[in-house]
């Protein structure tokens, strides 16, 4: 079963608009983190923002904010103020803390490009 | 420059041939990933240490891939008799921990197997 789901494979948006990019997971544990990772053409997973299971407010981290439901599994990323530079693709990754896990499943990621 | 790095960056070898990648990662992190990406997926968890144990492999390791993380510090990737399947980015990521620490990414290295 696949535990991140990302159901646009593209966005587009103009700069200085916001734009919020879908994330849904699948788990069983109580316990569990959300990141998100930004992927420019150049190849590197740039970490963006972080949510953890329990935290009860949304994280925030400069333009970046999650908006995270937990009853609906979904941690949706906010990016406000788009900028040309936020181009790339954006992945949403959980890591469950059941036993020894500490790897991050992908989702198949979004796709952004921001327009003039 | 203290973040992850990965050689080489890219890596063109024909089908049957042996490769190795190396990840250095940042200094003071004990626990370090290597990850599979393939074109428009997302990076596929392969192994991961804590110091220079290997506690955890993925089923897409096959007996082909080792990787090694002797001393507890840089890490190598090793396949053996390449497979055209084995196309991909192979993206190398450290931690100070587990739980809430953020995996950092080095920028990868891209395996070509003709």
């Known amino acids: 079963a696949q535990k991140i789901t990302q159901t646009q494979p593209g966005m587009f948006v103009q700069e200085k608009e916001a734009v919020t990019l879908d994330c849904t997971y699948d788990?069983?544990?109580?316990?569990?983190?959300l990141f998100w990772y930004k992927q420019p053409s150049s190849g590197e997973m740039i970490f963006l923002i972080y949510q953890g299971s329990y935290d009860e407010q949304n994280a925030t981290e400069g333009r970046y904010s999650l908006n995270f439901q937990k009853a609906r599994k979904s941690a949706n990323l906010v990016i406000s103020a788009s900028q040309l530079g936020d181009s790339a693709m954006y992945f949403c990754a959980m890591r469950e803390y059941t036993g020894t896990a500490s790897k991050l499943t992908f989702g198949t990621g979004t796709r952004l490009q921001v327009t003039l | 420059d203290t973040g992850v790095s990965q050689d080489p960056r890219h890596k063109i070898t024909k089908r049957g041939q042996n490769v190795t990648f190396r990840c250095d990662p940042i200094s003071e992190h004990n626990r370090l990933y290597w990850y599979r990406q393939t074109l428009g997926q997302g990076p596929e968890f392969l192994t991961y240490f804590q110091n220079e144990a290997q506690l955890e492999k993925s089923r897409l390791l096959s007996d082909r891939f080792s990787a090694e993380r002797p001393k507890g510090s840089f890490s190598t990737l090793e396949i053996q008799r390449t497979e055209q399947g084995d196309s991909a980015m192979y993206l190398c990521?450290?931690?100070?921990?587990?739980?809430?620490?953020?995996?950092?990414f080095g920028p990868g290295t891209r395996l070509t197997v003709t």
């Open positions: 990521a450290s931690s100070l921990g587990g739980g809430t620490y953020e995996q950092y």
């Open positions: 788990t069983s544990d109580q316990s569990y983190g």
